[in-house]
């Protein structure tokens, strides 16, 4: 047995393995010792007469490469392992790198891998903080890699922060740049290392920030960031609280707050038509009762297949006590009557049920309902839903599409389209037949009777395959 | 309102856009500058949601006068609102750069008066950090569907990549959800940007000093599971994508619940198993040579859920089987479920110098309860299990919620 000491690095290596070589050691019969494992024992190893005086032999470039990074790794039996597969390489099997299936070949490979991810990691996981030192900003990072790696990493960092002072400490080495060279030196423990940043706060908001709890997967996160690192990761410290914190956040997410109607409080216990048409009478949910004669309650029978909805009763309205009786509620009728409809079918109601207006009692100007009215009253729609259980609904106008929807919905955009609801499957949202009398230009005015006729015509067709 | 504040409104904005990488590009630093490009992206930190951190992604502003509804940033929502000065950002980039918090930056934005002084913006700060700051980190700019060329040329020239989003997968889906927005104005930008990158390659190949253009190229995104459209037409629309404007990545996003969304849309967590399939799907089409129709059949047109789809390809297939691993070509070898591209390409060359047996695909790490199945080695051939009805139950992994259950039983504890 052969036993041959050598530094940890492939220099040293190679002039050993060339020695080697030359004297034709066949691998079983050598013991690689590293210097350091060395120091203290009895036995010293033989001195290689030749070491660095033999041939230059001839290897495939992939097995140079494959044993830089392979040195790196802290594994001892590393250099024997190099050794074999130099010796097949150098006789009679050439290729033997690219059968990678074989079991030295695979154990390279793993080695190499690892030191490959540990890399990776190092350029990842340094985290830099900025120190003064005599009046010069200097960058200051503690890592703990899992291999020897720094010699092999650090000319990445002198690539991407060449105008920066920094220096990168770990247990096994050290290596500063002044903006000219790098020097290394030994390893510290991390008390060395500053702590804190002030830029950390701000870093650490980002991290919080980005995370979306809705896609919480603690698994992915620590197979790609093990957790022996998260020591020196300034952002690792919110992680538990991120964690626990998710499933409340997403669940806001998922159901945004619920807005409550103020009219829920005056619905009665029964909750069928004439009941709440009754319980109606007394409503004060909003402000709006103190003008307005009466609350105007929907009208049609139980189990309409169509529920239409308005915006708000108007003056006359207000005045009889039924919805679109007006003359918007005539115009309704009469595109009624055209498209094969009869109102005594449907169900027709008012998002808002009592007349909201401005001016004097000679003069009462109609006044769109405001977000909170709307909201008060919306108890009452979602009851009449519930009693009439229409398979459709078709919203008149943006108030009413709204407050199905949300303010976001806009009648010009979605006007026509069906939508699948938790209300009905078939839903649909149309111009308000007030809005068709009032609009001054004569050819816009047109346009839109002739879509609301053609949504309405829709809403026939879909009646009579229901 | 400081710093602090903005960026936690506006990363918090951001959070929804999937596409994040840093890869594909390659930047040396400039004597006095900082920052440099590998051509293989890091990933600086990971979230909790398994997503990676490599850059610093944020939106310049939320403000938006769009009103797509599944966009938390729409016109028409109440989340609070913050706009970065386009110093601040070329601040914070630098600022975490340095200490090697991330790959640089990828900057969107919501859309500001318009698509071309929204792109302005974007550009000021990519300008600030290239020109000033001698920047050369990754930089992921938003291109605003609609902006005009000179625009466009002028973000090539600062990004590494650029993206304009598709955001849902047929344009009948943007009609219904995104109105503002259609097939018709992103393809035009997605076509400038790919005519610019081109004729960018064909210049450095006359001259290696000509300007580069989003050397990184173009992707995409696009949200899943906000419509019911099925997998078989984003896989389309991802196809033709690829091939008309020769994107480097489609990002699939499971739609995610935003605050106070709108009832049209799904009210639940996202489907990020179905997210995880079309990008597997994805993959097999750019890299193992599947077509749509293979994939996602017409009479199936959603991906299994259960199990991958080339696994699903296979089961379908099964007079394509069993594969000779010994006398193959490499299209086929790359069929086989369980063996990967890479797995292949080391087959193919170990196979010049012996037969392949199951010891050496063992070796590879290749799992043989699911190939063994499907091949034939030196020391193996399938018997009778490819006509056995019960082949998909034994080829199958385990039916588990992937990692959904052990992220909810963690959520519970707090444990990591």
Known sequence: ?466 | MDVRQKLQILADAAKYDASCASSGGKRKTLPGGLGSVEGTGICHSYTPDGRCVSLLKILLTNFCIYDCQYCVNRISSDTPRARFTPEEVVRLTLDFYKRNYIEGLFLSSGVLKSADYTMEQLIEVARTLREEHQFQGYIHLKAVPGASRELIDAAGKYADRLSANIELPTDGDLRRLAPEKSFATTGETMREIHARVEQSKAERQESPQAPRFAPAGQSTQMIVGATPTPDAIILDTASNLYTRYGLKRVYYSAYSPIPSSDVRLPAKSPPLVREHRLYQADWLMRFYGFSVGELAPPEQPDLPLDMDPKLAWALRRRDAFPVDVNRAPREMLLRVPGLGVRTVDRLLRIRRWHQVTLADLGRLRVSLTRVKPFIVTADHRPTVLLDSPRLAERVRPPPTQLSLFSSAVAARTGEL
């Not at chain 1, 490979?109 to 996981?125: G, I, P, Q, Y």
Request: proline share 7%; charged share 25%; hydrophobic share 40%.
């Open chain 1, 1 to 466: 047995m052969t036993r041959v000491g050598l530094e940890p690095d492939l220099e040293s290596f190679r002039s050993v393995a060339r020695a080697l070589i030359a004297r034709g050691e066949a691998p079983g019969q050598v013991l690689f010792e590293e210097a350091r494992g060395r120091q203290g024992s009895l036995l010293a190893a033989e001195p290689l007469p030749d070491a660095g005086t033999g041939p230059a032999l001839a290897v495939p470039k992939a097995f140079l490469s494959l044993a830089e990074l392979v040195a790196c790794h802290r594994e001892p039996g590393r250099w024997a392992l190099l050794y074999r597969v130099l010796w097949r390489l150098t006789h009679g099997e050439r290729q033997l790198l690219e059968v990678e299936s074989d079991a030295d070949v695979y154990r390279l490979r793993s080695l190499e891998k690892a030191v490959r991810r540990d890399s990776h990691k190092m350029k990842a996981f340094v985290r830099f903080r900025r120190v003064e030192r005599e009046g010069q900003e200097h960058f200051i990072a503690w890592h703990r890699p899992d291999h020897l790696i720094v010699r092999h990493v650090a000319p990445f960092f002198v690539e991407r922060f060449a105008t920066m002072r920094w220096s990168i400490l770990t247990p096994d080495a050290c290596v500063h740049w002044d903006l000219e060279r790098l020097t290394y030196g030994e390893g510290v423990p991390r008390s060395e290392a500053p702590e804190g940043d002030a830029l950390e706060a701000l870093w650490s908001t980002y991290y919080a920030s980005t995370f979306n709890p809705a896609r919480l997967n603690v698994k992915a996160m620590r197979a790609e960031m093990p957790k022996k690192h998260w020591a020196t990761l300034p952002e690792a410290r919110l992680i538990p609280a991120l964690v626990r914190q998710a499933p409340e956040r997403t669940a806001s997410m998922v159901t945004p707050e619920l807005e409550v109607s103020e009219a829920s409080h005056f619905l009665p216990e029964r909750r069928d038509l004439p009941a709440l048409a009754s319980a109606a009478k007394s409503c004060q949910a909003c402000p709006l009762h103190e003008r307005a004669t009466q609350a105007v309650f929907g009208e049609g029978p139980l189990g309409a297949p169509v529920m239409f909805v308005g915006e708000q009763p108007g003056d006359q309205e207000d005045r009889e006590g039924r919805p679109f009786i007006g003359p918007a509620g005539q115009l309704f009728n009469e595109v009624l009557a055209r498209v094969g409809i009869r109102r005594e079918d449907t169900y027709v109601t008012n998002a808002v049920k009592h007349f909201g207006w401005t001016g004097d009692e000679k003069r009462r100007l109609h006044a769109t309902p405001n977000r909170r009215e709307v909201l008060a009253c919306k108890a009452w729609l979602e009851a009449e839903v519930a009693a009439v259980k229409p398979r459709m609904i078709v919203c008149l106008g943006a108030t009413a599409a709204q407050t199905f929807l949300g303010p976001g919905f806009r009648i010009n955009r979605s006007r026509g389209q069906v939508f699948e609801t938790p209300w009905t499957p078939w839903w649909m949202a149309t111009f308000h037949p007030s809005a068709l009398l009032r609009m001054p230009d004569e050819q816009a005015r047109e346009e839109a009777r002739a879509h609301f006729e053609a949504d309405l015509r829709r809403v026939a067709e879909r009646l009579r395959s229901l």
